[in-house]
C-alpha cells in the first residue's frame, strides 16, 4: 500500500543581489525545463538569460516571453528575431511584472529584473516556489490573461519595426 501525504510542504528558496545567484537560479531552471517555460519580465537585457532561452527553445522547449517594449538592447526584440514566441506589452502602462514560470511546476518572481545591472548593482531579490499548486497556478492564470489580453498583431509591427532599426 502507497500512501502518499496529503500536506506537502511548499519549497521555496530566495536569492539577492548583488550577485549572479539570481540569473544562475534562472538559467538553471531554464535548463531544467523540459516542456514549457512563460515569461512575463519588466526589464530583459541579460546576455546569459537569453542565450540559454534560445538554446532551451532549439532543444524543443514551448517559449512564451511577455515583455515590456525597450530600447535596443530589449533581448525581447533578439529573441523575437530567432523565431521565439515573443509579445511586448501594448495594452498596460508598464509590465512590471518579474516572473517565469517553469514546467507548470516552478514559479520564480521578485523585483530581480533580467539584467547585468540588477546581478552587479542593484539591491533586488528573486524567490523560488515549487510544490504550491495554488500559488503556481496563480501565476499561470496571470500569464495566459496578459498573454491574451495582449494585441499580438500591435506586438509583431512593433517588434519587426525595432528589427528594421538596428
Excluded at 519580465?41 to 532549439?58: C, E, M, N, Q, V
Excluded at 528575431?81 to 514546467?103: C, E, M, P, T, W
Amino acid at each position: 500500500m502507497c500512501v502518499i501525504p496529503a500536506n506537502i510542504k511548499a519549497e521555496t528558496e530566495v536569492y539577492f543581489t548583488p550577485s549572479k545567484d539570481c540569473e544562475n537560479l534562472i538559467i538553471s531552471e531554464i535548463q531544467q525545463a523540459q516542456k514549457n517555460i512563460d515569461i512575463a519580465i519588466y526589464s530583459f537585457t541579460h546576455k546569459r538569460i537569453a542565450k540559454a532561452l534560445i538554446k532551451a527553445h532549439k532543444n524543443g522547449i514551448s517559449i512564451r516571453l511577455l515583455a515590456q517594449k525597450s530600447g535596443k538592447d530589449s533581448k525581447a526584440i533578439a529573441l523575437f528575431n530567432r523565431g521565439l514566441d515573443v509579445q511586448v506589452n501594448n495594452k498596460y502602462s508598464y509590465l512590471h511584472d518579474k516572473f517565469a514560470i517553469f514546467d507548470n511546476a516552478r514559479v520564480i518572481t521578485g523585483s530581480y529584473n533580467w539584467t547585468r545591472h540588477a546581478s552587479n548593482n542593484n539591491s533586488e531579490n528573486c524567490l523560488l516556489i515549487k510544490k504550491e499548486d495554488k500559488t503556481i497556478k496563480a501565476y499561470q492564470d496571470r500569464f495566459i490573461k496578459l498573454w491574451q489580453g495582449n494585441n499580438k498583431e500591435e506586438s509583431n509591427n512593433w517588434l519587426l519595426k525595432q528589427t528594421s532599426l538596428k
